[in-house]
């Protein structure tokens, strides 16, 4: 999910930022350099969304789930 997020990004700031947008029109090379940004966000969003579910995991009760919908925050039976 992360490379579709840092996608989305990067199209959206291809129409704010001029430098991207005329990067985009080059042709060939222009889409692999846009590309090569789209991963190196893909690596910084990774690395925000695993800090995160850490300090969730890291602030949840010991033997709770935080990231479960079940009663209680257990999953499972």
């Not at 430098?19 to 590309?35: M, P």
């Not at 966000?41 to 479960?68: C, E, F, Y």
């Not at 919908?69 to 257990?74: F, L, Q, S």
């Amino acid at each position: 999910m992360p490379y579709i997020s840092s996608s989305i990004i990067l199209q959206l700031l291809t129409v704010v930022i001029p430098q991207l947008e005329k990067l985009s029109k080059e042709g060939e090379l222009g889409r692999r350099k846009i590309t090569q940004y789209t991963r190196y966000g893909t690596i910084v969003l990774s690395v925000i969304q695993g800090a995160g579910s850490r300090s969730a995991w890291k602030a949840s009760p010991r033997g709770r789930d935080p990231l479960s919908i079940t009663r209680g925050g257990r999953s499972g039976s």
